[in-house]
C-alpha cells in the first residue's frame, strides 16, 4: 500500500484516498484491525491524517468503531450488502429506461467501446481492471440520464457498491455471465427497448447479490469472514 502521486491533493486527502481504495479492493481485509502506528509508519506519515482518515471512513461506513479493539474494517453482512444493491437496483433500473432516451449517438459509441473493453478486462483475468471497467462501463449509462439529482444519488453509493461489485468479480466463474448482461444491456439501449433495459439491469444486480451471499455464508461455514 503506497500513498498515491497526486500532488494537488492535502496529505490527509492522500491518506484516506489510499486506505478507501485498500479497503475497497480488499488490500484491507473486513476484520483487520486499522492500526495508527502501523498505518503511519508504512505510508510514511504522521498519525494524525491517519486519524483523520479513519474517522471518515467509519462515516462512511467502510470502517467500525470496536469499543477496546479500535478500528476495523468493517465486515461484508448480509444485510448491509443487501441495503446497498436494494436501493442500487432501482436506480439502476430507472438508469436505464432514461438511457434509453437521453442516450446521443457518441454515448452509444462510447457504451459500445466500453462492453468491448469490459471483456479484454475478463480476458486479461485482472479483478481490479475488471472492476474499474465495469464501473466506466455503468458510469456512461448514468451520465447518458442526464438527471444530475439521478447521478448524485448513485454517486453517493458507489464506493460502497465498488466493494461489493470487487467480491463478485474476484469469482471469475461469473465473468462470462456479465459480459452477457452488458451486451444485453447495452443492446436493448440501443433499440430504445425501456423494458428490456430496466429487467436487464435489475437482473444484473440480482445476480451479484446472489453471488455474494454465496460467498459470504460458503466463508461463514469456513470460519472466515468476508
Known amino acids: 500500500m503506497q500513498l498515491s502521486l497526486q500532488a494537488d491533493l492535502p496529505l490527509r486527502d492522500l491518506v484516506f484516498n489510499t486506505l478507501r481504495q485498500a479497503i ?18 508504512k505510508l510514511g506519515v504522521s498519525r494524525t491524517p491517519i486519524r483523520e482518515a479513519i474517522r471518515k471512513l467509519e462515516l462512511e461506513g467502510l470502517v467500525t468503531m470496536i469499543p ?8 461484508i453482512t448480509e444485510k448491509s450488502m443487501s441495503d446497498v444493491l436494494e436501493v442500487r437496483r432501482t436506480l439502476d433500473a430507472l438508469c436505464a429506461e432514461l438511457a434509453c432516451d437521453r442516450i446521443s449517438e457518441e454515448g452509444l459509441a462510447a457504451l459500445k467501446d466500453a462492453c468491448g473493453q469490459f471483456e479484454q478486462c475478463v480476458a486479461g483475468r485482472d479483478a481490479q481492471r475488471i472492476a474499474q471497467a465495469d464501473v466506466a462501463l455503468h458510469d456512461i449509462i448514468l451520465q447518458a440520464t442526464g438527471n444530475q439529482r439521478l447521478i448524485q444519488m448513485v454517486n453517493n453509493l458507489a464506493e460502497q457498491m465498488y466493494r461489493y461489485r470487487f467480491e463478485y468479480i474476484k469469482d471469475s466463474s461469473q465473468h462470462e455471465r456479465l459480459v452477457e448482461e452488458h451486451k444485453i444491456i447495452y443492446q436493448s439501449i440501443l433499440n430504445k427497448d425501456k423494458d428490456t433495459a430496466a429487467a436487464a439491469a435489475r437482473t444484473h444486480i440480482d445476480n451479484q447479490k446472489k453471488a455474494i451471499i454465496r460467498q459470504i455464508r460458503l466463508d461463514r461455514k469456513n470460519g472466515r469472514k468476508l
Open 24 to 41: 475497497l479492493t480488499g488490500e484491507l481485509k473486513p476484520g483487520e484491525r486499522l492500526m495508527e502506528i502501523h498505518l503511519a509508519d
Open 68 to 75: 477496546r479493539r479500535g478500528a476495523e474494517v468493517a465486515q
